[in-house]
């Protein structure tokens, strides 16, 4: 793919792509958001990010469209076009961090790091003496602590957003906005090392791009790669039957209050006419006092992640991919929510109920391409103690495919992320964990299964302030087809460890554990698919 040039040769010229160079060029765009993710998760502080790998990294072109990511986390990359975006209305060509959800964001722990691209070339969009605008490398980490009313930042019992931490609008990076966010955390020292593993990720991101821009002489070529996205999508969009579908299903709870602790309905229509597609949310309830709202930018990274479930998941992952794909959010719903309200079980919980039910109205339209719902939530465990702060979200059931059962204790759906591995996190913490394993039985039965559940035990070593925000406690993963609905989640307190005063913790709830108190969270199974034999 390298072009050779005159030492004259600038930036922008024309350029043919044939088949191959194509494929090369993709490949090579993809290589370096991997790349980036590896820097960032080599070189981060926190278990989080270097364990859980709870981060993702993306390149786009000037414009700010997608143009190439790793595969990284669904529900960061669906979602960081809204940030870059966000970025590039300010009209400042400088490296630019933002959380803030209704400026770009999803929720205040995910810090998004934005920085510009500029190859010497002729143009009048410039950087500087001679430097033209060729792009955007950026990467989102998921920080442990930003602030708020509890450790962790997703106060359960939130209701506005400034009861979750600390909120940045796309700000430029300078030493001012790097000791904000420090001075805003529990944690300042793990927040500077996760910080300056992101700056390291996107310094080599920018050096990467610059390097393959000079090497290919332009840009032009993106284009082309954006083009080829919209053409996969579209002949993969006219493999689907045209029709309309409908599916409907439902949040548990909005928080702890006694008043929040009612179903949170969310609805869909399916339209697909030739090679494009419509998801329309119209009829889904309006947004909630609570955390359990997800910004517009959240459902989008739904609706992506299914429609490449359904359809091809080798679609290319770029802006282009998503041209065919219309989406209907009304403002001031919970799939669209607006401020002052909280936010932060949006982008973790909100989203994978979304995507069930974009997955349960596609099941529809292709049945052999979908399987039963999964787990449906991410479990997100947050712990916080003297002068420390742990995040950590517990896989489930995957639920039963047409071809196969579900894998057990897995994460799904909008996250890509693992568990945090037992020595690391009894390294890391005051914490003993006396359980880890399979929830037997957990899983919906069918002609294909559902994946088992996990239960996870946490005994307290010293006093430890805990925040659950989980959801299908009450509500269960569906199946398809004649199977059977996967296993509820359970939390549970259990005083001293005492199997006999164990206490059951509702969906979202704030606790203080003592020295020896036990946490139990038993993860809900998949559902099944197909009667069982």
């Given amino acids: 793919m390298e072009r050779r040039a005159g030492a004259d040769r600038h930036v922008g010229g024309a350029t043919d792509v044939n088949p191959a160079e194509l494929q090369i060029l993709s490949s090579r765009l993809s290589s370096i958001a991997d790349e980036m993710g590896a820097v960032l998760r080599r070189s981060a502080f926190s278990p989080n990010i270097k364990e859980r790998a709870d981060c993702s990294a993306a390149l786009f072109t000037a414009s700010g469209e997608l143009l190439a990511q790793a595969e990284h986390i669904p529900v960061h990359l669906g979602s960081m076009p809204a940030s870059v975006a966000a970025a590039v209305a300010t009209g400042l060509r400088a490296p630019m961090l933002l959380n803030d959800p209704f400026a770009g964001g999803t929720h205040l722990n995910d810090l998004t790091l934005v920085s510009p691209v500029f190859v010497a070339g002729h143009s009048e969009d410039r950087g500087g003496d001679d430097e033209r605008l060729v792009g955007w490398v950026a990467n989102r980490a998921h920080h442990a602590d930003v602030g708020g009313t509890a450790p962790g930042s997703m106060p359960p019992d939130a209701l506005t957003i400034d009861e979750e931490g600390l909120r940045l609008p796309p700000t430029l990076v300078d030493d001012a906005v790097l000791e904000r966010i420090v001075d805003a955390s529990r944690t300042p020292d793990e927040r500077r090392g996760d910080l300056d593993a992101q700056w390291g990720a996107n310094l080599l991101g920018v050096a990467r791009l610059t390097e393959l821009v000079r090497g290919v002489g332009g840009t032009e070529q993106f284009e082309e790669v954006l083009a080829y996205g919209e053409r996969r999508m579209r002949a993969a969009l006219r493999e689907l039957p045209d029709g309309t579908w409908r599916f409907t299903d439902r949040l548990d709870s909005a928080g702890p209050r006694p008043e929040q602790q009612t179903p949170i309905v969310i609805t869909l229509t399916l339209t697909v006419a030739d090679d494009e597609v419509m998801f329309d949310f119209t009829g889904t309830a309006d947004q909630r006092p609570g955390n359990v709202n997800a910004v517009e930018a959240v ?200 199997e006999s005063r164990a206490r059951r913790l509702l969906d979202k709830c704030t606790v203080t554990l003592a020295p020896g108190d036990v946490l139990r969270v038993l993860t809900p199974g998949g559902g099944g698919w197909g009667r069982p034999a």
């Fill in 299 to 498: 459902t989008v990274s739904a609706v992506a992640f299914a429609v490449r479930s359904a359809t091809d998941p080798s679609l290319p992952a770029n802006g282009g991919a998503l041209r065919p794909v219309h989406i209907v959010a009304p403002p001031g719903s919970v799939v669209a929510a607006l401020p002052p309200v909280a936010v932060g079980a949006g982008n973790v919980e909100v989203s994978q109920r979304v995507a069930d039910v974009c997955l349960g109205a596609l099941a529809q339209a292709v049945p052999r391409r979908i399987g039963a719902a999964s787990q449906g939530t991410l479990n997100n465990v947050l712990l916080g103690g003297d002068g420390w702060v742990h995040y950590e979200t517990i896989g489930g059931g995957q639920g039963g495919r047409p071809w196969a059962d579900g894998m057990s204790g897995v994460h799904t759906a909008m996250t890509n992320t693992l568990d945090t591995p037992v020595e690391a996190l009894e390294r890391a913490l005051p914490v003993r964990v006396r359980r880890y394993g399979l929830r037997r039985g957990s899983g919906g039965a069918g002609a294909h299964s559902g994946g088992d559940g996990i239960v996870r035990e946490l005994e307290a070593l010293a006093p430890i302030t805990v925040s659950l925000v989980t959801e299908r406690r009450v509500s269960r993963p569906w199946g398809l087809d004649g199977g059977a609905p996967g296993a509820p989640g359970e939390n549970w307190l259990l005083p001293e460890g005492d």
